[in-house]
């Protein structure tokens, strides 16, 4: 059983459209990170929240953090081949700093 | 260093042979953590070294599985009696400091090593 769950797993979308992936939990998170990894390397940091209800916009990308902080959304406009990647949310369970992550949404996009 | 540097970045071996992967983090981190990929998934939690309190274990599969932080700095994850299903990639991640990862205090990871047991 994941602490985190991401959907959806896989995701192919034409360029120029919009998505959203979704990290789920029954626990509550202190914080919530979402990271993207590409091939042979290793994840690296896009966001941090912090506060429930709190929402991060990053160019193109945009990341909620739930009221409960228990789950997290990720949405992008107009995707680019360039956001092509793994992509992976973590949280560390309050009171704790070790940091579980999600299950992954492998996201394709096809120029 | 500028990075966190991970050796050896491929590694093949027999089932039944011992591994040690290496961890170099960057210079001043404070935490250092272990995590395991396998096929692209999510990362699975082994370990966390918080400065000098004591290491969280807590993700460890096995009692094969073994680390240590010498010196505060570089770290090796040891895996004995590898088994097939411990094939994954393994990734080595630094901050600079133990405990919430916030503002400045961001998680760096290294490229990882990739562990293929025949």
């Known amino acids: 059983t994941q602490l985190l769950e991401q959907s959806p797993q896989f995701l192919s979308i034409q360029e120029g459209e919009n998505l959203t992936v979704y990290c789920n939990s029954s626990?509550?998170?202190?914080?919530l990170q979402w990271y993207r990894q590409e091939p042979g390397e290793g994840p690296v940091l896009l966001v941090t929240?912090?506060?429930?209800?709190e929402v991060k916009k990053l160019k193109r990308l945009t990341f909620q953090f739930g009221d409960a902080r228990k789950d997290s959304s990720l949405h992008i406009t107009a995707a680019q081949p360039g956001d092509t990647g793994l992509y992976l949310c973590?949280?560390?369970?309050?009171?704790?700093?070790?940091?579980?992550f999600g299950t992954g949404t492998r996201l394709t996009v096809i120029p | 260093g500028a990075g966190v540097s991970q050796s050896p970045s491929n590694k093949v071996t027999e089932k039944g042979k011992d591994v040690e992967l290496r961890c170099d983090p960057i210079?001043?981190?404070?935490?250092l953590y272990w995590y395991r990929q396998s096929l692209g998934q999510g990362l699975e939690f082994l370990i966390y070294?918080?400065?000098?309190?004591?290491?969280?274990k807590s993700g460890l599969p096995s009692d094969r599985f073994s680390a240590e932080r010498t010196g505060g700095s570089v770290s090796t994850l040891t895996i004995q009696r590898t088994q097939q299903e411990d094939s994954a990639v393994y990734l080595c991640?630094?901050?600079?400091?133990?405990?919430?990862?916030?503002?400045?205090?961001?998680?760096?990871f290294g490229a990882g090593s990739r562990l293929t047991v025949l």
């Open positions: 991640a630094s901050s600079l400091l133990a405990g919430v990862l916030t503002g400045a205090n961001v998680l760096t």
């Open positions: 626990s509550v998170f202190s914080s």
């Open positions: 929240v912090v506060t429930g209800g």
């Open positions: 973590a949280g560390p369970l309050t009171g704790a700093n070790n940091l579980f």
């Open positions: 210079s001043g981190h404070t935490a």
């Open positions: 070294f918080q400065g000098n309190s004591a290491p969280d």
